[in-house]
């Protein structure tokens, strides 16, 4: 990001002008405070949905954000109403939604289905969904029509598609057609069958090369951020001080320009296994699973209904 030098930055109220004079408090000096605190991704007063113009502006005010993912009206709504800007329709929902084992058999219509809902369900959030496994990889006309269908028929403000030097043109043409695109690159889990598993990334000199190669490239063909998955905190730091674009970590440390989690980690839903970079702020599964237990003791107890839940 370009720093102003000396010469450039407005005297702060009261401070010397080069001139020898203090500089006197006005109205103009005090707004851009205000406006940045009305601007701010999350906390901010405005209402609108949020753009890709608003994640290039939180770069230059160096704001960090949180992003969760989504996929039903209902948990978007909460999240909206909680304040988060950007909602990522993942292809995520095939494990933790769809029952699958990976994220390879989601499929266009799934996408499609389930990012219409998510915008339904909020008014100021960004929704950006994702191109599954084999919507994009054939050729940018590929990706394009499918960008486009996710964007007419689903009514996303952008997209998010896996790969970086390999999936340039991709990102190129759409942004060409006026789709935006979150890239993503370091671990990519739609290839899990290459990978094997799900390995750290960027390890190593010449992997840590590759990964900045794959960030500036897609940073180059148009995205107006990238996601860093499972990347070393180190390289992931050094990737987002040399990208004019946003980066959003994912296990991949603190230095990144935003953050996510799979909301389903994040709020405890999710049994079993959890990567190391997932941090449960709360155990839906306990809460729900005694909720349902409450409710089937009731009905085997005949306490409910009770007089209060039944008509006259």
């Not at 960027?202 to 490239?217: I, W």
Request: aromatic share 6%.
């Amino acid at each position: 990001m370009t720093q102003l030098s000396p010469a450039q930055n407005p005297p702060a109220d009261g401070a010397p002008t080069p001139g020898g004079t203090a500089a006197a408090p006005t109205p103009a000096a005090a707004k851009p405070a205000s406006d940045s605190s009305s601007k701010a991704l999350y906390g901010g007063k405005s209402s609108r949905r949020v753009t890709v113009r608003d994640i290039a502006a939180a770069k230059e005010r160096g704001e960090k954000w949180p992003m969760l993912t989504a996929y039903d009206a209902m948990t978007a709504s909460v999240f909206d109403e909680a304040g988060i800007p950007v909602l990522l329709v993942g292809d995520s929902m095939g494990n933790c939604h769809l029952g699958y084992e990976s994220t390879v058999p989601v499929t266009m219509d799934e996408i499609t289905i389930l990012s219409a809902a998510v915008v339904r369900g909020t008014r100021r959030a960004l929704i950006v969904a994702d191109l599954p496994f084999g919507a994009f990889q054939e050729s940018p006309v590929q990706a394009l029509r499918n960008a486009t269908r996710l964007v007419k028929e689903a009514g996303v403000g952008a997209v998010k598609l896996e790969g970086g030097e390999r999936s340039a043109h991709q990102v190129e043409l759409l942004v060409s057609s006026g789709i935006p695109v979150m890239a993503h690159v370091g671990l990519t889990p739609q290839s899990v069958n290459a990978y094997g598993g799900y390995p750290v990334q960027g390890r190593g000199e010449e992997a840590a090369q590759q990964l900045l190669r794959d960030a500036k490239a897609v940073q180059d063909a148009g995205a107006f951020s990238v996601v860093l998955e499972a990347v070393p905190a180190e390289l992931a730091a050094e990737v987002t001080r040399s990208l004019h674009i946003p980066t959003v970590g994912i296990g991949a440390g603190i230095g990144c320009d935003a953050q996510v989690l799979v909301w389903t980690d994040m709020a405890g839903l999710t049994s079993g296994h959890v990567p190391r970079f997932v941090k449960r702020y709360a155990n839906l599964r306990e809460v729900l699973g005694g909720a349902a237990k409450d409710f089937a003791e009731e009905v085997v107890g005949g306490t409910f209904p009770a007089k209060e839940h039944s008509f006259r």
